[in-house]
């Protein structure tokens, strides 16, 4: 069984190819922004887990290059938008799109991925195709949502953890759970493994939020590619922020009256940073992001023991899922 760093590795040699063909349509004014921001991306954890879940039907990992494909342009299409909302100026050490070529250049570059991506799985309107293009509306509905009710919290006097994780299930989790489900799509699945798939990414995403959370308030830059403490200095009522704003501890009542503050001094960041640790913000949020990856665990231990579904690949899922969310949790 190979291993995350081979998975990945595996999955971007079918997929980039792929993804430079389909940004080598797009008009030189799209064209270079596009490659630029591709040109910093990430691990590609997505594609990865597209391709494993037709693997996982038995099928060839050709079936759900453009199921991985269309999610990778999708997730990009979605940072791109991210950076300029949260008017970030870097991203992974490099400056973001918006920051390059201007804001304008930003909007019409991600609005031009997520029309390929759609274009990527429907050259070929196959019912696989069709159903896979369908479920992707519906993830990018979802993750729409997730981003605007994450915009609404920043005037929201107060949010209840359930609030926030709706929000992180439809920012996060509505991807990933597509990611996990595509490659089986393509592949003729029937609708109950597709289903199981889609519940290991969408615990997944949790997982994967929950630990992201953590990385924005006590992540090492070198690492994370932002600033130390960047969420705090947004103000960003993400889970660990939240568990301590509802923690009815002293520390509850002065980080709400921190982040009422306009504005900030130097040691603010720190002092933020303490008091979610001492509300409980951080303890919790570790445990919250352990509970949903032994959800998205349980999730793959059912589908092993289908009789039809390729063991090596499901355990390569696994794999691949103790590497996306065993960071520092």
Known sequence: MSGAPDILGRARELVDPAIASALGGLGEEL????EYHFKGRGKGTRPALAILSAEAMGAPSETAVPGAVAIELIHDFSLIHDDI????????????????????????????????????????????????????AEAVSAMIAGQSMDMAFEEMPSVTLEQCLAMEQGKTGALLSYASSVG???????GEIVEELADFGAHMGVAFQAVDDLLGIWGDPERTGKPSGADLRERKKSVPVVIALNSDTPAADELADLYARADWDAGSVDTARALVEAGGGREHTQALARA?????????????????VVGQAVEEMRSLAEFIVGRDF
Request: aromatic share 4%; charged share 20%.
């Open 292 to 308: 949903h990856y032994d959800l998205a665990v349980s999730a793959l231990d059912s589908l092993a023991a289908r009789q039809e």
């Open 85 to 136: 909302i949260d008017n970030d100026a870097e991203r992974r050490h490099r400056p973001t799109v918006w920051a390059k070529f201007g804001t304008g250049v930003g909007v019409v570059v991600g609005d031009a991925l997520h029309a390929l991506a759609f274009e990527v799985l429907l050259s070929d309107p196959s019912p696989p195709r069709v159903t896979a293009a369908k479920n992707l």
């Open 184 to 190: 089986a799509i393509l592949a003729g699945a029937d």
């Open 31 to 34: 064209r270079v922004p596009a």
